[in-house]
C-alpha cells in the first residue's frame, strides 16, 4: 500500500489532535487575558473562581468530539490496508492454484483485524488520559499534568500581572513560548517520557496499519506455503534498515536479520516497511541486489548545508525537525494574536515564523527532498506569515537565518550587527551565546561596548576564545552544533575540568568572565595595570584573595611540612606542592581554572553566574567582585 496515502489519513488523524491542542493553550491564554482586564489584588481574589474555574467536563467533552472524529478515518484507511494487501497476493494464489478466499469470508483473518482495530482505537484513547506539558522552569524542564497547568500555573501567571510584577504583555509572552514549547504530551509516568500528543496519535495509528500488514503477511505466506517473503523499500530509511529492506528473507530471518518483534527492528517504532509472500520460482523481486547496494552508496554520499554534512537519512529527520518547529510557531502567532498580544509581538512571532519557512524550503531544496508543507499545516488556520512590506522590512533589517538573536545581541552589546558573524552558528547554540551575555550585561552593564566584537572560526581548536584586552570573542565549529558542544561539555564536567553546576550554556559566560577581567585591568581596578613593558590582570590580585578566604594558604603550609618531613627538597619538593595547588583548585573550582589567573577568573565567575548552586570557591569569588564593581 503507498506509504503516502496511509501518511495522508494519518496526518488527518494526527491534525485532529493537533487542534485539540490548540484549543486547550487558546482556553489558557483566554483566562489570562480575562486577568489583563482586572485592576487590583482584591477583584482578582472575588474573581479568581470564574477566571481560573476549571471544567473538566469541557475538556472531556473536547476530547470526545477529537476521538469521535478520529474512528471513521481509522475505519477507512484499515479497509484500504485489507483491500491492499490480502487483495495483492490474490494473482500468486492463482498462479500456483491455492484456494483464494475473499477476505469477508476469512473468519480468521476478520477475527484478526478485529484485534488489531480494537487495539488500536484503545490506544487512541489511552493517550487522552494522561495529558499534560513539559514546562521550563528557569532551564529545567518539568512535566505538569494539565489539572496542575490550570490550577497552579495558571494562578501563578495571573497573580503576576495583578500584583504588578509582570506586565500583560510579557507574561503573555513567557506563558506562549513555554506552552508551544512543549506542545500538549502525552506523559508515560512509568517512564517519565512524554509525547506530543499529535505525534503519539500518528503512531499509535501507524503501529497499528503496520502490523495489520505483517499479519496479513503471514496468513498469505502460510496459505501458499512458503517460508519467504519480501520486505518492501523506501527512500531516506534510517541506516541500520537499509541493510536489509527491499531483500528476501526466511520469517526466521526476518526476527533474526531484520529484527521483528524488537523496538528498533522491522515494523517497531516509526517502521514503516510492510513485508509480503514471496514465492521462488513464481515470485520477481522488485528490486536486485545491485540496484539496491547502488542506491545504499547514493544515499549515505553526505550533502553540505551551512557547513554540516547530511546523509539522506539525517536530511528527512532534519526535515521533521524543521516541521515540528514550525507548527509550534504557529500556534505561537495564533496564540499571541488570541490574547491580544502587542502588534510588535505578533509581527515578531510572524517573522520568524517566515524566516523558519524560507531556510525549510532553501534546505528542502539543497537535498533534494521534498517539501512536505502538509505536515506544518496541521492546524488547517491558513496563513501565518507576515505580510509583503512587513517581510521586506524585516529581511532588510537582517538576514532571516540569525535575524533575532543578532539583532537583540547587538542592541544588548551596544554594537553593529556587522560586529555579530553567526552565519555557521545553529539555532540553540545562538540562543545560549545570547542568553549568557545578555545575563552577564544585565548585571555588569558597564561591559556595554566593551565586549565589541563576536567572530565564528571554524579553525579555532577550542571551544571558544577571549581576547580579553581588545573585546574580542570567538566560537568554533562546535558552535554550528549545539548538541556537540553540549556533549562535549558534559565530558568536561565529568572528568573535572570545568565546574560542577554548569552547563554548555555556561561556556559563553566563561568567555565574559575574560572580559570583565580584561575590562577592569584597563581601568586599574583592584591591582590591575597596564604599563611599558608588561600586563598585570587584575585576575591575579581576585585569585589570590579568593584562594586566601578559602584558607589555601593555611593548607599549602600544611602541605609544605608534611611533603618535607616526608624527605621532599629541591625541585621534588616544588613539583610536589604544585601537586597539592593543582589537586586544592580541582577540587574547588575546576582543573582547568589552575592553568592560570585568567582561567581560574574566568571558572570561577562561570560558576558564580550559571550555577543554582555555586560552590565555596564561587561565593566567595562573587563576593569580591561585588565588592569590586560597587566602587565603580
Not at 57 to 80: G, R, V, W
Not at 321 to 339: F, N
Not at 424 to 449: A, C, H, M, T, W
Not at 594 to 613: H, V, W
Amino acid at each position: 500500500m503507498r506509504n503516502e496515502y496511509k501518511e495522508k489519513i494519518a496526518s488527518k488523524i494526527a491534525a485532529r489532535y493537533a487542534d485539540f491542542e490548540v484549543r486547550i493553550m487558546q482556553d489558557i491564554v483566554r483566562r489570562i487575558k480575562k486577568t489583563g482586564e482586572i485592576t487590583s489584588t482584591a477583584d482578582w481574589q472575588i474573581n479568581r473562581l470564574k477566571i481560573l474555574g476549571y471544567s473538566s467536563e469541557d475538556i472531556e467533552n473536547a476530547l470526545k468530539d477529537t476521538l469521535n472524529a478520529s474512528y471513521p478515518e481509522m475505519f477507512e484507511l484499515y479497509d484500504k490496508v485489507i483491500d491492499w494487501e490480502y487483495v495483492r497476493n490474490k494473482d500468486l494464489y492463482e498462479q500456483i492454484n491455492a484456494e483464494y478466499i475473499p477476505f469477508e469470508e476469512n473468519e480468521h483473518l476478520i477475527q484478526v483485524t478485529s484485534a488489531i482495530k480494537k487495539q488500536s482505537l484503545e490506544d487512541l484513547e489511552n493517550i487522552t488520559r494522561s495529558l499534560g506539558f513539559y514546562l521550563d522552569y528557569g532551564g529545567r524542564k518539568v512535566l505538569t499534568p494539565l489539572s496542575q497547568v490550570y490550577s497552579g500555573y495558571l494562578d501563578n501567571a495571573c497573580m503576576d500581572i495583578v500584583t504588578g510584577a509582570f506586565d500583560y504583555n510579557t507574561v503573555l509572552r513567557r506563558v506562549v513560548t513555554q506552552l508551544t514549547n512543549s506542545g500538549l504530551r502525552q506523559i508515560e509516568y512509568s517512564s517519565g517520557y512524554a509525547n506530543r500528543i499529535e505525534v503519539a496519535a500518528r503512531r499509535a495509528v501507524m503501529t497499528g496499519l503496520t502490523q495489520l500488514s505483517g499479519k496479513i503477511a503471514e496468513y498469505n505466506a502460510e496459505k501458499l506455503g512458503t517460508e519467504y517473503l519480501e520486505v518492501e523499500w523506501h527512500a531516506g530509511a534510517r541506516p541500520t534498515h537499509t541493510i536489509w529492506q527491499g531483500r528476501v528473507w526466511s520469517q526466521q530471518q526476518l526476527y533474526d536479520v531484520c529484527g521483528l518483534g524488537t523496538v528498533t527492528g522491522l515494523c517497531g517504532a516509526n517502521c514503516y516497511h510492510t513485508y509480503f509472500p514471496f514465492v521462488p520460482g513464481v515470485s520477481v523481486r522488485t528490486y536486485t541486489d545491485d540496484w539496491l547496494d547502488e542506491q545504499n552508496r547514493k544515499e549515505s554520499e553526505p550533502t553540505e548545508f551551512r557547513g554540516k554534512e547530511y546523509t539522506l537519512y539525517e536530511a528527512k529527520q532534519r526535515q521533521r525537525q524543521m516541521e515540528t518547529a514550525m507548527r509550534a510557531q504557529r500556534e505561537k502567532v495564533q496564540l499571541l494574536q488570541k490574547g491580544g498580544a502587542d502588534p510588535d509581538d505578533v509581527m515578531l512571532a510572524k517573522c520568524k515564523y517566515q524566516g523558519q519557512l524560507d531556510e525549510y524550503a532553501r534546505f528542502s531544496n539543497k537535498m533534494g527532498l521534498k517539501q512536505e508543507r502538509e505536515r506544518i499545516y496541521l492546524d488547517m488556520k491558513g496563513r501565518v506569515a507576515p505580510g509583503k512590506i512587513s517581510r521586506k522590512m524585516v529581511i532588510k533589517a537582517s538576514s532571516t537565518d540569525n535575524l533575532f538573536e543578532k539583532s537583540k545581541l547587538s542592541k544588548v552589546m551596544g554594537i553593529g550587527k556587522d560586529k555579530i558573524d553567526f552565519s555557521k552558528v545553529d539555532e540553540k547554540s545562538r540562543k545560549s551565546v545570547y542568553n549568557g551575555i545578555k545575563k552577564v550585561f544585565d548585571k555588569f552593564p558597564q561591559l556595554k561596548g566593551y565586549t565589541n566584537k563576536i567572530i565564528y572560526d571554524s579553525d579555532l581548536k577550542s571551544i571558544a576564545s577571549s581576547s580579553s584586552m581588545h573585546g574580542v570573542i570567538k566560537l568554533s565549529s562546535y558552535f554550528s552544533d549545539y548538541e556537540k558542544l553540549k556533549k562535549k561539555y558534559e565530558h568536561y564536567i565529568k572528568i573535572g575540568f570545568s565546574p560542577l553546576g554548569t552547563t554548555a550554556d555556561s561556556i559563553i559566560v566563561h568567555e565574559m568572565g575574560h572580559q570583565l577581567d580584561g575590562y577592569l585591568t584597563w581601568k586599574g581596578i583592584y591591582g590591575g595595570k597596564i604599563e611599558k613593558y608588561g600586563v598585570t590582570r587584575t585576575s591575579v590580585a581576585v585569585r589570590r584573595e579568593v584562594l586566601q578566604r578559602l584558607g589555601y594558604f593555611d593548607y599549602t603550609r600544611a602541605e609544605r611540612a608534611d611533603w618535607t618531613r616526608m624527605g621532599y627538597k629541591g625541585r621534588e619538593l616544588n613539583d610536589a606542592l604544585d601537586f597539592s595547588k593543582k589537586e586544592f583548585i580541582t577540587k574547588h573550582i575546576s582543573e582547568y581554572a589552575y592553568k592560570n589567573e585568567r582561567e581560574f577568573f574566568a571558572e570561577c565567575f562561570s560558576e558564580y553566574m550559571t550555577s543554582k548552586k555555586p560552590r565555596e570557591a564561587a561565593r566567595i569569588f562573587g563576593e569580591i567582585l561585588e565588592e569590586i564593581m560597587e566602587g565603580l
